[in-house]
């Protein structure tokens, strides 16, 4: 089985619940990942633009530098709400 961490983003504290927001988007990753393995690791930004690349972003960030660690208990990345992680083209 596949080890997968989730990458989530709330972009504003004061329009959504930061719970509520992490919530749904493990609740959507748990779907997609379910026929190949289970979310191990949860990253998940609050309040930090997507427009930001990830190396500004506080909790990306330290999903890229866990990247690098062979030990890091994960072997893929699931990103359940593609328009809250990334922008542009």
Aim: no cysteine; proline share 7%; charged share 30%.
């Amino acid at each position: 089985m596949t080890r997968f961490a989730l990458y989530a983003r709330t972009s504003t504290d004061d329009l959504q619940d930061p719970a509520d927001s992490l919530r749904w988007q493990a609740e959507t990753a748990g779907r997609l990942v379910v026929p190949h393995g289970d979310v191990v690791a949860v990253y998940h930004d609050i309040d930090k633009s997507r427009s930001l690349p990830w190396e500004r972003r506080p909790q990306a960030s330290r999903m890229l530098r866990d990247l690098k660690d062979p030990g890091r208990g994960w072997d893929a990345l699931v990103v359940a709400e593609p328009q809250r992680a990334f922008s542009g083209t």
